[in-house]
């Protein structure tokens, strides 16, 4: 058994709004990251705390009663980084988890420390990536189903519009968000959607601080859809939330569109949406996949076998 008797644990702290600087300076050196390693998600979601070392950003994250370390973001030096991870792990007594593993991660990780981790594959957590053109214009045969169902959404709501997400319709998005989670409790009444409730208030109450880019799909006074997102990379918009209202038929893919046109024109760097993962839900999949990601982000997990904890 090891001993943790003599090693130190990481200074971990919670994350601050005003680590999102030095953060995605890290963030950029790191090369193609998935969603779960953007600074909103990390600071919108679950306990999750931060420490800059060995040239690094480090996480040590909590989600439903497990403990994870995302792999390290930085281009400092990863063999100590990833040691102090191993080490911080040993002094709390707990099992050494990294997430979020790339292939390049992967072989990064076994290159320096061989045989010592098992690697894990989660279908459900791969990022779904699309090319903006293709959401924002839907052409050609492939999404001919998709621009029906546009059609019938601009049938039904002649006058709906799209307004940037601000202090003028704050309200009425609050409201359309109330309407969501209450339709989905009555649908499933023992469903938690507490976390993501919190995260969207977070990301509402520092919508400017955070840099998140959000559009409202408006009829009249009401919101009918709303989505928000922010940069991942300077090619790649990550989309945090997608909200419609239940009764609004073909406000999804209304928003879905819209969004990627205000992102086109207002982000001319863009070339990528990431809409994240589908969590291995089969509805979620299907939506996602029906859109035509233009590539996937494949990510894995690794365990420390020593641990004896293969999970």
């Known amino acids: 058994m090891r001993s943790c008797m003599q090693i130190e644990t990481i200074p971990f702290r919670v994350i601050l709004p005003e680590d999102r600087a030095e953060y995605e300076a890290h963030l950029a050196e790191a090369g193609v990251r998935g969603c779960e390693f953007s600074f909103t998600n990390l ?6 705390s931060i420490a800059f070392l ?9 989600f439903n009663r497990r403990s994870v370390y ?4 930085g281009s400092g030096d990863k063999k100590a980084a990833l040691q102090a991870i191993i080490d911080d792990a040993v002094a709390r007594g707990i099992p050494c988890r990294i997430t979020g593993l790339s292939s390049a991660d992967k072989e990064t990780l076994e290159q320096l420390f061989p045989g010592r981790f098992r690697f894990h594959c989660d279908e459900g957590s791969f990022d779904y990536v699309y090319d903006i053109h293709d959401l924002a214009d839907l052409p050609g045969k492939k999404y001919h189903a998709k621009r029906t169902h546009l059609n019938r959404f601009a049938e039904q709501f002649p006058t709906a519009r799209t307004e940037p997400l601000s202090n003028n319709n704050l309200a009425a998005v609050q409201a359309l968000l109330d309407e969501w989670f209450e339709s989905r409790l009555r649908e499933n009444p023992d469903a938690d959607y507490h976390m993501e409730r919190a995260a ?34 300077a090619d790649t918009m990550d989309v945090h939330f997608e909200k419609a209202a239940p009764d609004a038929n073909g406000a ?27 969590m291995g839900l089969e509805g979620l999949r299907r939506a996602k996949q029906s859109y035509r990601p233009h590539h996937m982000i494949r990510k894995c997990w690794a365990c420390l076998l020593e641990d004896g904890y293969d999970y």
């Open 43 to 48: 600071y919108l979601w679950g306990r999750q």
């Open 54 to 62: 060995h040239g690094h950003a480090l996480f040590f994250s909590q």
């Open 70 to 73: 995302p792999y390290p973001v």
């Open 200 to 233: 969207l208030q977070k990301a509402l109450r520092d919508y400017d601080t955070l840099g998140l880019c959000g559009l409202v799909l408006m009829n009249g006074d009401r919101a009918l859809a709303v989505t928000i997102g922010s940069l991942l990379s």
């Open 252 to 278: 999804y893919a209304a928003i879905n569109c819209a969004f990627a046109r205000y992102v086109r024109e207002n982000h001319p760097a863009v070339r990528f949406l990431d809409r994240e993962e589908d």
